[in-house]
DNA sequence: TCGAAGATTCTA
DNA sequence: AGAATCTTCGAA
């Protein structure tokens, strides 16, 4: 299975109380405070998982929330694991894409940098505009306009609106595929 | 050990 | 708008 990331949030450390890495170390966040590159997926509300990768060098937490992806192969698989989902609404949220895509806590702190099970990789994309906003679903840093989507795009979890939306700004940056 | 909250989703 | 559902974490 393939698709196309579309929408993604930061988090950081002691300096973003939205971060599962806000108060320090603890079980479930550590491969935030570990090597880049790697899978961070922790379960949450009682049924979802979520699906981040870590950005920071080993020891500062930092991670991307993949909050939606295009499909782009594999699309029957995806429905077979989403049953009655129309595309659409396949994988646009965090906790759909993971079941889309059969990712459990099985992946934790997987290298998403190297061809495996599941990791990410450059591919041709035409030009896009990155739109920004407010995080979603947290209760605290709504100051931050740390979430990122492909402005347009059909595929974006559908809470556009949130408070603090911007039009587009930001580059044309390659956006890149999970696998 | 216990209670509350949660980077959500689905249904009514 | 509200329930479902259970893990995680901090406080007691």
Not at 4 to 16: C, F, L, N, P, Q
Not at 21 to 48: C, D, I, K
Not at 81 to 109: H, Q
Not at 164 to 178: A, C, I, M, N, T
């Amino acid at each position: 299975m393939v698709g196309k990331i579309v929408e993604v949030e930061a988090y950081r450390g002691s300096d973003d109380p939205a971060s599962h890495a806000f108060r320090g170390l603890t079980p479930r966040n550590a491969p935030m405070f570990g090597e880049p590159g790697r899978a961070y997926v922790y379960f949450t509300y009682g049924n979802h998982y979520c699906l981040n990768i870590t950005t920071r060098e080993s020891g500062i937490p930092g991670a991307v929330l993949i909050r939606a992806i295009e499909p782009i192969e594999g699309i029957s698989a995806m429905v077979r694991l989403r049953p009655k989902v129309p595309k659409l609404a396949l994988t646009n949220g965090p906790g759909k894409l993971t079941k889309a895509l059969r990712i459990d806590k099985s992946l934790n702190e997987i290298d998403m940098t190297k061809h495996g099970p599941l990791y990410v990789t450059k591919a041709e994309a035409g030009d896009f505009e990155v739109g920004r906003s407010t995080r979603i679903g947290i209760a605290a840093g709504k100051d931050r306009l740390w979430r990122f989507y492909v402005f347009g795009n059909p595929y974006v979890s559908q809470r556009q609106t949130a408070e603090g939306l911007q039009r587009p700004r930001l580059g044309r940056k390659e956006p890149e595929r999970v696998i």
